[in-house]
DNA sequence: AAAATGACTGGGA
DNA sequence: GTCCCAGCCATTT
């Protein structure tokens, strides 16, 4: 087990039950941008029961054909399909990135003065449900 | 060192 | 909408 493999573990453990990423913003946050194929090779050889492979999909709300236990995994925690994909509107993972992501436009500023109205609070997740 | 592989992707047809 | 493909990345031959 190599440290890019332990990386990747730790992004998937971070997410939440019902919520789903896909292997593209795994990689970001794993900090390897372009590497969402290769997050594919590591979730092919997981077999640590700690880590919920199958919260990880394809960039569409597709999942991949061999992993057949996936989509009743994910059902069993109130994610809903439509058709062959998950509806990514509701269930997409809103991760925290780490600092060193490299952000081009880093400038942090309030958006919109209403934007965020009356809340404060730090985008932590999506909305639940 | 070079080539093949695969639970990936975005873009074009 | 779906299909296909070149590009991408870590691993394994």
Not at 30 to 52: H, K
Not at 93 to 101: E, G, K, M, S
Not at 102 to 127: E, F, N, Q, V
Request: glycine share 8%; hydrophobic share 35%; aromatic share 4%.
């Amino acid at each position: 087990m190599d440290a890019w493999t332990r990386r990747v573990y730790e992004v998937v453990r971070s997410i939440p039950p019902g919520r789903v990423a896909p292997y593209g913003l795994v990689a970001l946050v794993a900090g390897r941008p372009r590497a969402a194929r290769a997050v594919g090779n590591v979730m092919l050889e997981c077999d640590d029961p700690t880590v919920p492979c199958h919260r990880v999909v394809h960039a569409d709300g597709s999942l991949a054909p061999s992993f057949r236990s996936q989509r009743a995994r994910l059902r069993r925690e109130g994610v809903r399909f439509t058709g062959a994909r998950v509806d990514l509107r509701e269930r997409l993972w809103a991760p925290r990135l780490p600092a060193d992501v490299d952000r081009p436009r880093a400038t942090r500023r309030r958006l919109g003065g209403d934007g965020g109205s009356s809340r404060r609070t730090t985008l932590k997740d999506s909305p639940a449900l």
